[in-house]
């Protein structure tokens, strides 16, 4: 998902001749041993989508181009899904509690 929206500002910006930052990949390294526990990583990796879903409804209000502000639509649609996805897998772990939900009218007593 990140790399597609990579793809989709960077070939943007390359339209209009401007200079796409570089990425970080460089500080990755190879190694199979996790350094951090698969709860902090999702906890982490969820945030920082409901953090990109933020920056991208700000570009929304401040972009002047209907193609930058359509690109930030589809992000936050995706990205929506995706934290969905995410919400479910930390519930399902005990990582974090569920809402709480409202009864449901027809399981309850009539009187």
Known sequence: MCNK?????????????????GLLDTQVTNSKI???SDKLMLFHAGFMFNLAMVYYSNAMAVS?????ITHCEASI??????TTS??????????IEK????????ELPHN
């Open 86 to 95: 995410w919400g479910s897998i930390m519930i399902e772990r005990g990582w």
């Open 5 to 21: 929206h990579i793809d989709i500002f960077s070939s943007i910006l390359h339209e209009d001749n401007l200079h796409s930052p």
């Open 99 to 106: 809402p709480p939900q409202a009864n449901d009218r027809k």
């Open 77 to 82: 649609l995706r990205d929506l899904k995706l």
């Open 64 to 68: 002047m181009r209907i193609d930058v």
């Open 34 to 36: 996790a350094p951090f």
